[in-house]
């Protein structure tokens, strides 16, 4: 069966630190890969996805980055940390979008 | 105007009533329609899919699509404290293959 990965579930910060958050799918090969941010009262704001192995397209620009290394990897990064970067991260994955995505368990990130 | 519109209430109710939940949405390429339900610090997860107009039941939840009019429901039933979570609607359809996510209602149901 798929599973999909997230890790860490929490997270505290410093401004101006890197970050890298990483997502992890199994039992599935060329998914589409998706991370997003989830601030209160704002829903799920799209920051990334991808189709395939190096392939990533950017939804909002930001302080944040995206790269697939691997098929089934997704990682998100930043350089410098802002204090509104803080959110619930949550990366997805499908194969067939009609049918929905598929979420990790997510990241609750606080810069501080 | 959003392409989705959901309400976020918050909506809380007693155990046992039945609750309705609505998005609208504009792109009238949307012919996909999802529900999902998330419980605090959690991922969503999928709940309930839908592709044709109509009614769509499973167990104590039903999920009815109206393309005329551009409007999805989510209908639970008996509802209980477990249910207790926020519920988004989500759509797709036409050459866009991204989802596109309501911004979520917040339910409560009281025992």
């Known amino acids: 069966s798929q599973t999909i990965h997230q890790w860490p579930a929490t997270l505290v910060q410093p401004v101006g630190s890197p970050l890298s958050l990483e997502c992890t799918v199994e039992g599935t090969s060329n998914p589409n890969l998706y991370w997003y941010r989830q601030a209160a009262g704002r829903g799920l704001q799209l920051l990334f996805y991808?189709?395939?192995?190096?392939?990533i397209s950017s939804e909002v620009p930001q302080n944040l980055s995206a790269s697939r290394p691997q098929d089934r990897q997704f990682i998100l990064s930043s350089k410098k940390l802002l204090l509104s970067d803080s959110g619930f991260y949550l990366c997805?994955?499908?194969?067939?979008?009609?049918?929905?995505?598929?979420f990790g368990s997510g990241t609750r990130l606080t810069v501080v | 105007q959003k392409e989705v519109e959901q309400d976020p209430g918050p909506l809380s109710v007693p155990e046992g009533a039945i609750v309705s939940l609505n998005c609208t949405y504009s792109?009238?390429?949307?012919?996909?329609f999802m529900w999902y339900r998330q419980y605090s610090r959690k991922g969503p997860e999928l709940l309930m899919y839908?592709?044709?107009?109509g009614n769509k039941e499973d167990g104590r939840f039903t999920a009815q699509v109206d393309k005329s009019s551009k409007y999805i429901s989510l209908f639970i039933r008996d509802s209980q404290p477990s249910d207790s979570a926020t519920y988004l609607c989500?759509?797709?359809?036409?050459?866009?293959?991204?989802?596109?996510f309501g911004k979520g209602t917040l339910l409560t149901v009281n025992p």
């Open positions: 989500a759509m797709i359809g036409g050459s866009n293959y991204k989802l596109t």
């Open positions: 991808s189709v395939g192995i190096g392939q």
């Open positions: 839908t592709y044709s107009s």
């Open positions: 997805a994955w499908t194969t067939g979008v009609y049918y929905g995505y598929t």
């Open positions: 792109n009238s390429a949307f012919q996909y």
